[in-house]
């Protein structure tokens, strides 16, 4: 996912530049992004090394405060230039403790996959990012006002390979979901009235079992 994103925020720099516009604070904002989505994938690549070799994950204390944040903060201009509008709600002082690089890259996924549900829509595109402490840890929820997931879909939508869309099939879910059963937490997506809600509930300590 970050790759994809990093093409976008490429694809809108050169765009701009070709038109011969002055490189402005969001054009810097741009390659700024892309260096950081080039660091975070570069991390994810060895995450997903270690993942798939059963090596053990680096689990430290994380403040989802801070991750969420940080993690909006790269994708602001991918999601603005979808015309998305963005709310983010999270408790202050939720700790974690946690591979922050496979997080992150989970909470990535589901922005990614209701981006492409949200490109349905023609106008009144919405997503938001809560999190919040839980008799069980802390939930994270990831919703869109989307196009819904077909009810036959559900259950195995976090299986690889399988996609809503037959041109974007992946494995986005499917390492979301692996990633979430590594650290001890759930993963679940459900329709709403309105669009669709991903949720990760994660305990709040996590055993460094690799």
């Known amino acids: 996912q970050p790759l994809q994103i990093m093409s976008s925020f490429a694809g809108v720099t050169q765009d701009h530049l070709r038109k011969g ?3 402005t604070n969001d054009v810097l904002q741009w390659l700024q992004n892309i260096e950081n989505l080039a660091e975070q994938a570069g991390k994810v690549i060895r995450g997903l090394n270690e993942f798939n070799e059963h090596r053990p994950r680096h689990p430290a204390p994380t403040d989802v405060c801070d991750l969420i944040r940080s993690t909006m903060e790269m994708l602001s201009a991918y999601l603005r230039h979808r015309d998305i509008r963005i709310a983010v709600q999270v408790e202050e002082g939720l700790q974690l403790k946690v591979d922050a690089v496979q997080l992150r890259q989970v909470v990535m996924n589901l922005i990614k996959a209701s981006v492409q549900s949200l490109s349905d829509r ?3 595109r919405a997503l938001s990012v809560l999190a919040r402490q ?3 840890g802390v939930r994270i ?3 869109h006002n989307g196009t819904q997931i077909p009810e036959t879909q559900i259950k195995s939508l976090f299986n690889p390979w399988v996609s809503r869309r037959e041109e974007h099939p ?3 879910l499917s ?3 692996r990633i ?3 650290h001890r937490g ?3 997506a459900a329709n709403t009235d309105d669009g669709v809600t991903f949720s990760i509930e994660l305990p709040v300590a996590v055993s460094d079992a690799g």
Do not use: L, N, T
């Open 21 to 23: 516009k002055p490189i």
């Open 122 to 124: 023609d106008s009144g």
């Open 134 to 136: 839980v008799d069980s």
């Open 141 to 143: 929820s990831v919703s």
């Open 170 to 172: 992946g494995i986005g």
């Open 175 to 177: 390492i979301s979901a």
């Open 180 to 182: 979430v059963e590594a």
């Open 186 to 188: 759930r993963i679940s």
